[in-house]
């Protein structure tokens, strides 16, 4: 055995087994559809999600993602959150066919050029904010949606981001 084999044995042996994380362990992903390749997909472990790839044949395939350390995924939410805010039952109801990301929709906020789009807008609520996404019916056309931010943050406009409660300054007058 060579010193590079010896070392990967000394470091399985000292870590113990690992736990791939496989597209097997993805929960109803697809990746037929536009919305399918846009939407982000359950893991069998919360700490991780599927999203769907593009394959060296050209084709849309499921890859395992990681969640950043310490969150957890919220296929309501279309992001890792913290675990304060994560709901188990999520993925368990999105049945055989999948689910329905349930975006209500922020009034009055436009979304036609690339600048709306890409711009992230205030909400009434300072722990909410609107985002443009695309319509499920007509992807080439953009909706306003409520998307909240994690559990003591609130938006900043400034920023573009949630920031932390004691940081925040109000930035959407």
């Not at 909706?143 to 940081?167: G, I, K, N, Y």
Request: charged share 20%.
């Amino acid at each position: 055995m060579n010193l590079l084999g010896f070392i990967v044995v000394l470091i399985a042996v000292v870590t113990g087994p690992t736990s791939a994380q496989t597209v097997q362990d993805c929960i109803n992903v697809a990746c037929r559809t536009y919305d399918d390749v846009n939407t982000l997909w359950c893991h069998a472990d919360p700490a991780h999600f599927c999203q769907c790839r593009p394959s060296v044949g050209g084709t849309w395939v499921p890859q395992v993602m990681p969640c950043a350390p310490g969150t957890l995924y919220s296929f309501r939410r279309q992001t890792c959150v913290h675990p304060t805010m994560y709901d188990d039952r999520e993925c368990d109801e999105l049945g055989p066919e999948g689910g329905e990301l349930e975006l209500a929709v922020c009034e009055e906020v436009p979304c036609v050029t690339y600048a709306e789009v890409s711009t992230l807008v205030c909400h009434e609520d300072r722990t909410r904010f609107c985002q443009c996404r695309p319509l499920k019916i007509d992807p080439t056309v953009w909706v306003p949606v409520v998307m909240p931010c994690a559990e003591s943050t609130s938006f900043s406009f400034r920023h573009q981001t949630c920031t932390r409660d004691e940081l925040w300054l109000n930035s959407c007058l």
